[in-house]
């Protein structure tokens, strides 16, 4: 028996009971975070008041308030045993970083637990090996963390000790963004600014601030570890580079939904009581659509807080996935073939005193109001669908996006056909004929009524409204949600701002404000009109449609990163002060340059696999085979008579294996050669070399591998296969 085979016979004989943890969710809820009960408890109430303050209305705390904070702070993470804290923060890879250090101090008296307000505020970690896009130079490496006082602080348990962590922006000695986090709060502000300034036009005289609230539904894949640690693909890369279909798959559709393992139950139920404790709530827990594929969902939260809540419970999943002897596997694409992992994201808008904008209002004023942000958005994703297709850009997500599964890389608005038959009427200022219940009061009597019970779900749209919020289904598993959600924030800040202009515009030349509003809303329809689409996203008729309505279609990673770079995308994050041209150049490079790294891994990855394992396994076998046949020919020519056609079939059976073997060797040949002249070239001419060569050509030794892979003698095949990691857990 194989180790492979030995591998699987220990997985399946293992069983894996339910094992219920009886505990009460009040009892355990937000205890690891430094949350507004813990704030009361640990410090003077007068200091919280300034505290609260500053977070909702941005009045600066005192150093000497910040002081009793960071002290706050540290008493209360020495009572829960912690010895370490970290300014917590997310460098431009999107990946989350932490540098420790101890609340350890020495004093003539002795040993002492020391943390000041500037401790808290400010860190300096070793900043020079973060990626800067060329931001830093060498002589000014220097890259500071800067305690975000809207996240909660929290403190991460592993078995032997526990470290505080503040989350943090990280910033470049002149102060331009280094990170993930701070140009999604510079987006915030920008939304803001404008959303208040078009609610000031309807009437809404107190509204003081508005936010983005995000909920992330995060999908993933379970295997057994055992398998990961044999194959070096997963291990180094995260996805499989080679791997012979399973004959069965998703087709029967019996995963999605379906009852959940006890083994995964019991991981599940362990993810939730981490994340439960660091105040991640987490709401729904299900199956997906591919076997082995699941999905958390968590109640939304403001954006901010619920990206540094998706990292850290990415972060969380992939820990305790290893206690249970799993790997979690959040890669976008870890199998071929059946479906890889997104993560929608939800999202909508929201006044200082909860109102949801993107709700129909009760009055006909509000719907008006509605109507006007719904037209903003259209027109925002309409004229920069390519800065929103970037957003979600990454060497993973490149499998999903414009490959041949969805959604596409085109990026279009689903919007349902209730509120399109509104919309409709309002660009075309006609009447249309309905029922008295239809009319909703506008006071223009000509619209239909909207119900958000009745929203379509078009379940392939990249974006979709959703009773309300929009849903944007193209990010990927494995990404931080903090740019394509600052993307988001900044394009409609732009239109809402416009729209606000156009309608006092019209005020001015003394129209009456719903004629205003409304006109405005028809003119925004009719430009953004082709951006709007309700059939199948995955159909081939929506690429040729969309090709003539000028959509872009972008399905290079690297090709799309430029979007970030365009004149009028760099006026517009500079109007709103969300990112600079530094900042832009910065992380267009820096992104340019992990889909090229990330690439040459798979590549050489592929090439150790080929060579250490795909190969010899053939080999193996060949070596068999040629053995056999010689015995065979032996016999044959002592006087035993073989059936001729026989025994050329045996003849035909290594000669197939032989070319087999051939095709994957010529190819990753042919692949190492490629690499060797592409070495040379750097940024955008590498990535496209990659994308238009290289990867075609690890297409060919995958196909080849395969196809080799599912001749082969199980007890030969040394990685796990498709059907074993996808079926026994
Ligand atoms: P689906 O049917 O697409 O799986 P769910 O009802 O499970 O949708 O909700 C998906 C996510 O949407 C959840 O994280 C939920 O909290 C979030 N969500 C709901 N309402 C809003 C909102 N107004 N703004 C942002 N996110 C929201
Ligand atoms: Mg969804």
């Not at 008006?368 to 925002?380: G, N, P, T």
């Not at 016999?635 to 294996?657: A, F, R």
């Amino acid at each position: 028996m194989s180790i492979r085979q030995e591998i699987i016979n220990t997985i399946a004989r293992t069983r894996f009971e339910k094992v219920e943890k009886p505990r009460s969710l009040k009892s355990i809820y937000g205890i690891n975070t430094f949350n507004v009960q813990s704030m009361k408890e640990f410090i003077k109430i007068k200091t919280y008041t300034a505290f609260r303050q500053w977070i909702d209305d941005g009045k600066q705390i005192s150093s000497v308030q910040a002081d009793e904070i960071a002290e706050g702070m540290k008493k209360w993470a020495l009572a829960k045993g912690a010895v370490y804290y970290t300014h917590w923060f997310q460098p431009m890879t999107g990946l989350t970083a932490e540098k420790h250090d101890g609340f350890i101090s020495l004093t003539a008296k002795g040993v002492i637990e020391k943390f000041s307000g500037s401790n808290l505020i400010l860190g300096e970690p070793d900043a020079s090996s973060f990626p800067s896009g060329g931001i830093r130079t060498t002589f000014e490496a220097r890259g500071y963390t800067a305690w975000d006082p809207s996240s909660p602080a929290f403190i991460i348990e592993c078995e032997l000790g526990k470290t505080l962590c503040i989350p943090s922006i990280f910033v470049s000695y002149n102060g331009e963004a280094l990170d993930k986090k701070l140009p999604l709060l510079r987006s915030e502000e920008a939304l803001s600014g404008s959303a208040v300034r078009l609610l000031k036009l309807f009437g809404k005289k107190d509204v003081k601030r508005v936010k983005s609230s995000c909920g992330a539904e995060q999908e993933y894949f379970l295997i057994d570890e055992k398998y990961f640690r044999m194959r070096q693909d997963l291990l180094l890369c995260g996805r499989t580079l080679a791997g012979a279909a399973s004959p069965k798959g998703q087709q029967m559709e019996d995963q999605y939904f379906g009852s959940i393992k006890d083994r995964v139950l019991n991981y599940m139920s362990d993810v939730t009581e981490e994340a439960y404790k660091l105040g991640i709530p987490i709401k729904t827990r299900h199956n997906e659509v591919a076997p082995n594929q699941f999905e958390f969902a968590p109640i939304f939260e403001e954006s901010n807080i619920a990206a540094d809540h998706n990292q850290l419970l990415m972060d969380v999943m992939k820990k305790i996935a290893l206690r249970h002897g799993l790997v979690c596997l959040l890669h976008e694409k870890p199998f071929a073939g059946i479906n890889g992992s997104g993560k929608h994201i939800n999202w909508s808008i929201e006044d200082n005193s909860g109102n949801n904008l993107l709700s129909p209002g009760s009055t006909p004023r509000d719907n008006l109001q509605f109507l006007a942000i719904i037209a903003a958005i259209l027109r925002a994703v309409y004229r920069h669908q390519g800065l929103l297709r970037a957003s979600v850009a990454s060497a993973g997500n490149e499998h999903r996006l414009g490959a041949n599964e969805a959604p596409p890389a085109i990026m279009s608005v689903s919007l349902g056909s209730q509120l399109t038959a509104i919309l409709d009427t309002v660009e075309k200022k006609k009447k249309v004929e309905l029922s008295k219940k239809d009319i909703v009061d506008l006071g223009v009597g000509r619209l239909p009524t909207f119900n958000r019970d009745m929203t379509d779900r078009n379940r392939t749209s990249p974006f979709a409204f959703t009773g309300n919020k929009f849903e944007f289904r193209a990010p990927g598993s494995a990404q931080n949600i903090s740019t394509p959600v600052m993307v988001l924030n900044t394009i409609i800040a732009e239109s809402l701002d416009y729209i606000t202009g156009s309608i006092e515009e019209r005020l001015k030349k003394n129209k009456k404000f719903n004629d205003a509003v409304l006109g405005v809303i028809g003119e925004f329809i009719k430009e953004s009109r082709d951006i709007c689409f309700d059939g199948n996203n995955y159909s081939g008729e929506w690429k040729k449609e969309a090709a003539k309505r000028g959509l872009e279609n972008e399905p290079s990673t690297a090709a799309s990163f430029k979007s970030f770079i365009r004149e009028d995308h760099v006026s517009l994050f500079k109007r709103y002060k969300v990112l600079s041209r530094d900042e832009l150049v910065a992380r267009h490079n820096v992104w340019l340059e992990m889909y090229v790294k990330l690439i040459n891994i798979e590549a050489r990855t592929l090439k150790e696999m080929v060579d250490s394992n795909i190969v010899p396994s053939g080999i193996k076998y060949q070596g068999v085979l040629a053995q056999n046949l010689r015995i065979l020919m032996q016999v044959s020519e002592s006087g035993l008579e073989l059936d001729k056609t026989s025994l050329d079939d045996q003849k035909k059976h290594l000669v197939d294996i032989t070319s087999m073997i051939y095709f994957v060797r010529r190819n990753t040949q042919e692949m190492t050669k490629l690499l060797e002249e592409l070495k040379g070239l750097s940024g955008e001419r590498k990535a496209k070399a990659y994308f238009e060569k290289l990867k075609p050509l690890m297409g060919h030794i995958r196909k080849h591998s395969d196809e080799l892979e599912s001749v082969l003698p199980d007890d030969i095949w040394n990685l796990p296969k498709y059907r074993e990691m996808l079926f026994i857990i």
